[in-house]
């Protein structure tokens, strides 16, 4: 079991429910989650690689639906971590990429987009990851570090655009006293 942060609910990875979904804490641990396993020039979390994702599709004119689906593309990462891309790969772990597609596609569902715009996001998602590679091997420097704090606000103002719902209208649960 986790103990999420900013809702304080117990959740089991490995048996997620819609009803165990918080957008806050998604955008927490997204935040403070490192692209790359740390390999980087700075902290560039998966959140922030989230935001590059939405920003491309937005900036194409992509619906808010399938923006949407780019914001949180990677989001089941934010209770099963960031495997590197190559590890991904290997026959032992298909049991978990099986469990994160599941858990991607149940919280892009439970948040308003649709597993068929999660597939758009395929392209997205590798242009991301050619201009992060050209940062981080010096021939470029289009991404800027953001603190995991000012990535958090900026992960759940996106959402809030995407979605029309207010993030932070927390009328219905505990509001933790660090925001």
Do not use: W
């Amino acid at each position: 079991m986790l103990k999420l942060v900013k809702s304080g609910r117990h959740v089991d990875p490995l048996h997620l429910r819609p009803s165990d979904l918080d957008i806050r804490d998604i955008a927490h641990n997204l935040s403070l989650l490192c692209r790359y396993t740390g390999a980087f020039p700075f902290h560039y979390s998966v959140a922030q690689h989230s935001l590059l994702v939405a920003d491309m599709m937005a900036k194409d004119g992509h619906k808010p639906n399938t923006v949407l689906a780019g914001l949180l593309h990677d989001a089941a990462e934010y209770v099963f971590g960031d495997v590197n891309y190559h590890l991904k790969k290997l026959p032992e772990l298909a049991e978990y990429n099986r469990r994160e597609h599941e858990c991607s596609r149940m919280i892009v569902a439970h948040f308003g987009s649709t597993c068929h715009e999660l597939e758009k996001v395929k392209t997205y998602d590798r242009q991301a990851a050619y201009l992060e590679m050209n940062v981080r091997d010096g021939k470029s420097y289009e991404i800027v570090e953001h603190a995991p704090k000012t990535i958090y606000h900026r992960f759940l103002l996106k959402f809030g655009e995407l979605t029309g719902n207010d993030p932070y209208d927390h009328s219905s649960f505990h509001l933790p006293s660090d925001l």
